[in-house]
């Protein structure tokens, strides 16, 4: 709303140029988002906890027993300071901007739906994964035909390192869309059973994708480093901006000890917008690497599972996901989640490496 009534004035007050620049109002969003979740986040823990919103916790790992209680759907706090900040400093006339918003959204009332069905049914078992994998393929499916129908959009698959090598997938690219969205969602659920745990990675791939969002909308810098332009994504750095605001927002109370956790409604729809954001500035495959921190957590799990029926019954790791395996090999909670950070700052630097590298 800001860019609509300020961005006009320039003409006669030049100082409110600024609200055009992508990169002023991507630092807007940011700290409104952020100062919003800070300011709040008291207020919506406690109505958390009158309303009774508390994680049933498994008694699988004894040391998750003192967490019992902890409220959950933060997420929700995380949805409505990325739109509030959004529709605040974001040119609402970019189609980009509402078709992120549309998996941001969709993926989060999937998780939304999920988090009210446990807490009715008192467990965490949830919606069917049937209904659950159906609504995420439905969203998704939607998204990837609104950016397969744009004109400015390609479906060509861009290889890292390649040369300029892209070869065009046709239809086939909006299946493949949606298996990353729902993917890349899954992925970040999985992840998401320490404090601090999903949404650390998240905000750094958030930023990491708010880079090159910011590029793939800029002609100049596109032709310079051989990527493809897409005209006006770059007012999704806007949203980027949002996104990390209200993630590190978010951190400020999951940081361990957590005093909330984010339930389905925030890590379906953070690892699902992330999965779009990788799709939006054709970087789909450097996704895996971004994110390379719940492409392990996920394959932890496939080789957990495997092994169980390959050898009729011996486990691989303690327990998967990857976390789980090191909490039961008694390394503390909060040792994990930062080493975890680690690794993921580290691939977060390597995909950023591969912007020089084409
Ligand atoms: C999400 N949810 C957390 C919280 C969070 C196939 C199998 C690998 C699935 C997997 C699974 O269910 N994953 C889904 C895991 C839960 O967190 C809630 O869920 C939301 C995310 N969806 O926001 O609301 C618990 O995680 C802890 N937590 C924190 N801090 C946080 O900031 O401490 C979460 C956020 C919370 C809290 O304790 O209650 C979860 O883990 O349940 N299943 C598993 O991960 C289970 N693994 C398993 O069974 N492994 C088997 C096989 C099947 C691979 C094996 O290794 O043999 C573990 N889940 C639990 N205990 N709770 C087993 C141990």
Redesign the pocket.
Known sequence: MLYHFLAPLASDVSAFNVFRYITFRSMGALITAMVISVLIGPAFIALLHRIKVG???????KA?AA?AG?P????LMIMLCVLASVLLWADLGSRYVWQTLLVFGGFGAI?FWD?MTKLRQHQ?KGISPRAKMGGLVLIASLAMYLLYADPGYTSRLYIPFAKGWAPDLGVLYLPFGVFLMVASSNAV??T????????GPTVLAGLVFAIFIYITGNAKLTQYLYLPYIPGVGEVTVFCGAFIGAGLGFLWF?AYP?QV????V???SLGGTLGFLALLCKQELILAVVGGLFVAETLS?IV??SY?KWTGGK?F?????LH?HFELKGIP?SKIIIRFWITSIILGLVALSTLKLR
């Open positions: 994680q049933y916790i498994l008694s699988d790992v998750h967490k902890t959950t759907m933060g997420g998780g988090d965490n659920n999985l998401d059973g320490l404090d601090g745990l999903a949404i999951n957590a956790f984010m339930g389905d925030g890590s379906l799990v957990q599972v169980f486990r790791f303690r327990m998967a996901p789980h909670e």
